[in-house]
């Protein structure tokens, strides 16, 4: 089942098995900023014929990293209609060895003890989790921070935030919108609470880097976070990074076992998309 919602009059955000992708309109066509899981891939299709498109409208698909919920669907659109598909290079080759920077089963056996994360190891299994499928051919984005538009409907800016994955890539977009993959996010079925934050710990190649990609994301001109995962969330990119790191920090997970006050997380700034 595929949920469609619209962010901006031609940005549309749809989320699959705990997983976001979005559609950017221009025209008769489109792109999709990630493609979900291959369990997604008849939702991704949905998706695109929900907003009234075919297809073969899809003019690329833009990938903010090489992880198996997010690139899941790529592989069919290239099969089927010839879709070009990019990514930063460093995730391109990891596509196209299957080899991704990505937890392996045995670290989620590990926490199989933890709240909620029995309940989403099913579902991602049955999402195609267990499966290798390796995606060659992806087309590498220009190299470093060009601050380019790639020429392609709707515009997306790629912007280099590594940690997550070595080449992970958040796309502006016109509008002050952000697509930030799991650069940041502000939801997951293995985090309590909602608003932005970092993905649990374990899921970063490399957690420096990420947290220094926060430094990235907060010098942004843009006031919509349309995150990987988790709801749309409106704020500026200072406030939003500002909350993650007090998350990463700690101190919103200390709240969780205690007083359930407000935070800054949960105020009226963010907004279910
Ligand atoms: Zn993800």
Redesign the pocket.
């Known amino acids: 089942m595929v949920v469609v919602s619209r962010v901006a009059p031609d940005v549309f955000r749809c989320s699959g098995t705990h997983?976001n992708w979005y559609l950017l309109r221009e025209g008769r066509h489109l792109t999709l900023i990630d493609a979900g899981w291959a369990g997604d891939t008849a939702a991704v299709v949905a998706s695109v014929v929900a907003i009234g498109c075919d297809p073969r409208d899809v003019r690329a698909i833009v990938i903010t990293h090489a992880?198996a919920?997010?690139i899941g669907g790529a592989l069919h659109y290239r099969r089927e209609y010839g879709t070009p598909v990019h990514m930063s290079a460093a995730d391109a080759g990891r596509a196209a060895s299957g080899e991704l920077e990505q937890p392996r089963a045995s670290d989620v056996v590990r926490r199989l003890g933890e709240p909620g994360v029995v309940r989403w190891a099913l579902d991602v299994a049955r999402a195609g989790a267990l499966r290798r499928r390796p995606l060659p051919g992806a087309i590498p984005l220009p190299d470093g921070d060009s601050w380019e538009p790639l020429d392609l409907p709707g515009a997306p800016v790629p912007v280099a935030t590594p940690g997550h994955t070595s080449g992970s890539t958040s796309y502006m977009l016109p509008g002050g919108l952000l697509a930030t993959g799991?650069a940041l996010i502000t939801a997951h079925p293995l985090a309590r609470l909602t608003g932005p934050q970092l993905?649990p710990a374990f899921f970063a190649h490399d957690p420096a880097a990420a947290d220094a990609s926060l430094d990235v994301l907060a010098g942004l001109d843009a006031d919509v976070v349309l995150p990987?995962?988790g709801p749309v969330w409106r704020g500026s990119m200072g406030e939003a990074t500002r909350i993650a790191r007090w998350r990463a920090d700690g101190v919103g997970s200390s709240l969780r076992h205690g007083a359930r006050k407000a935070g800054p997380w949960q105020r009226s700034g963010s907004s279910k998309g």
């Open positions: 997983v992880h919920d997010h799991d993905p990987g995962h």
